[in-house]
């Protein structure tokens, strides 16, 4: 691969195939795959997108080699902000020992324990392993403090590495109010959500038996969405509830894992705004039942990858992985696997400037060292991931 490196207009050319996430464009089908394409980037935007013989001269020229070029990856579903180890754990569990929502609570402990400059070590190192993975968009939550005063610090830490910040203070109800969960519920939409609400742009509760029921969820989100912070759920994970059901009557951007739905959950995300965002590592990481992305994709409703990055549940920051589960073991085609970890992740963060590459898009975008995306699935664990531009700038 060869490039130049001065400032203007650029061309990445020789690409062997393009995702463009664009229908209008290529062989038009949902990922607009064009071949033998080029990119041109103009600062931090796409300017143009097509094929290799008719792209315009520009200042500079990337060789892409004969590789594949997709959008950046958009993580949607993450928890970075957190210290400590839960190895243990998951080799407990990998021993025979279910998973419950208690385990958060090791995690708790730590974090408050952490530093600043701890903390937010682990972000930036988090967030530098997921780049390298091709991820250029990342959300991830509090939920690790449980105190007004550390869950404010977690999202001002997360704010100082990402935009995209949600509000998690729902996670579980802390030891220190087990015994009158309707008081931490008061904390969570009060107090807590004062402090908490200047640097997130979401808010999110874990709607699930051992964590929030239904009522106290609509509670929570009712008064984020007071504060301006936009609902995201945690929904059906464990076992059937009412968090779906909740995020679509609330407009949630998503409902996030999805994992027990009834014919009326489908139905709700197939003629509701709500994304159904899968994290399949949280399912490989507790050798729980898989989502059904093929049933919810069938009912039309639109579907995001995203990796649940935490200690716990899911410890991976991979978006590579993750769509190689889901064509394994969740019944999405490697085409719609890779349109949910980017387009389908740009729609759970309600962005229209990620996700795609085609005009006016931001110059996210990752080379492959593989003729075709399909790659990403069909050679599962390997490094393929050869080059990141993020915002236009080659990062990795």
Known sequence: MTTTTTAGTTALTNIASLVTNDPSLGDGTPIGLIQDAAVVIDGDRVVWVGESSKAPATDNAV?????????????????LVF???RTQEFNARMSGRAYSAGGIRTTVAATRAATDAELSANVARYLAEALRQGTTTQETKSGYGLTVEDEARALRIAREHTDEVTYLGAHIVPPDHADDPAAYVALVTGEMLDACAPYARWIDVFCEKGAFDGDQARAILTAGAAKGLHPRVHANQLSYGPGVQLAVELDAASADHCTHL?????????HGATVATLLPGAEFSTRAAWPDARRLLDAGATVALSTDCNPGSSFTSSMPFCIALAVRDMGMTPDEAVWSATAGGAAALRRQDIGRLTPGARADLALLDAPSHVHLAYRPGVPLVTAVWRAGERVH
């Open 262 to 270: 009834t014919d009326a959950d489908v139905d709700a995300l197939a």
């Open 63 to 79: 060789d892409a080699g004969g590789r594949a070029v997709i959008p950046g990856f958009v993580d949607s579903h993450s928890h």
């Open 83 to 85: 210290a400590g180890d």
